[in-house]
């Protein structure tokens, strides 16, 4: 055996036991929130280790795309100010990216279709059980991120949403720079070679193929990138992470 390889199973061995140790303190612990949390840093380190941070979501084909792409959550935003920008066909809507980048920048569909272009067929796995293969295009994430340039002490981000889910309480969601940088994460402005309709997140939404759902936000309105999540609704970097669900949400 290599060392490289010794040394992995070790670490491997190692947060096995962390693992175990979580669980079994979990059902003891009286703290059980903050043992939750070390144990789903756990789950993220060990399956980082056990397939790359390139390890691509599988793809499918043409045929295996289902007929009704089954839109969930917010499917048509009611606030004044998404309302105009739908109709006017959102010819006046600009995404903002800022926080803690170099270049902050407003950008039009018609700019951000120019940083660059993927599509990929996959398959959307909601929380609550169900799933189902659509085709996708968009700009990759990276490419986005190239052209404002991160900080260095920029570790996640944050994407916020024109939807309410309560009053003044927008969606929200957060990945890191690791997933950002994946190159099947997308900000999507496309379903199935037609434009993305509005039930499911026009005119922009992420992709981020790896992980459920929920952590894909719809009507994206700004970009930011940040070192931590104090200050961003309830700090748990999701409006559904602020309600209890974990923050690495993978498949
Ligand atoms: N802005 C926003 N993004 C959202 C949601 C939402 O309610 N608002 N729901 C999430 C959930 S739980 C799922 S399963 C997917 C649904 O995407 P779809 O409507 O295209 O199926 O969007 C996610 N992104
Ligand atoms: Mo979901």
């Known amino acids: 055996m290599t060392d490289r390889r ?3 199973r070790t670490s491997l ?18 703290t059980g929130t903050k043992v939750l949390e070390s144990a ?5 380190r060990m399956q980082r280790l056990l397939s790359p941070s390139t390890a691509l979501a599988k793809e499918f084909t043409e045929a295996d795309i289902s007929a009704v792409f089954k839109p969930n959550g917010t499917t048509m ?4 100010l998404y309302q105009s920008l739908m109709k006017g066909g959102f010819a006046d809507y600009r995404l903002a990216v800022d926080g803690l980048v170099e270049r902050p920048a407003q950008l039009s569909l018609d700019a951000l279709k120019a940083l660059g272009t993927r599509t990929q067929i996959t ?15 968009g700009t990759p994430l990276a490419a986005l991120l190239d052209h404002v340039a991160p900080k260095p002490d920029a ?16 969606y929200y969601e957060s ?4 997933e950002a940088r994946h190159p099947q994460t997308l900000l999507a402005w496309m379903l199935n070679d037609a434009v993305l309709p509005v039930a499911n997140g026009a005119p922009l939404r992420l992709r981020v193929e790896r992980q459920l759902g929920y952590k894909h936000a719809k009507y994206l309105r700004r970009i930011e990138l940040v070192s931590t999540f104090d200050g961003i609704g309830d700090g748990n970097g999701g409006y559904w992470e602020d309600n209890g669900y974990e923050w690495y949400a993978g498949i």
């Open 13 to 30: 061995l190692a947060l096995g036991g962390a693992a175990l140790a979580g669980c079994d303190s979990i059902s003891q612990s009286e």
């Open 77 to 80: 935003p009611d606030t004044a």
């Open 40 to 44: 789903e840093g756990v789950t993220r």
């Open 123 to 137: 398959r959307h796995d909601c929380v609550e059980g169900w799933s189902v293969i659509g085709k996708w295009t």
């Open 175 to 178: 990945i890191d720079i690791t």
């Open 6 to 8: 010794a040394f992995l």
């Open 155 to 170: 570790r996640f981000v944050v994407f916020h949403c024109f939807d309410d889910m309560e009053e003044d309480t927008p």
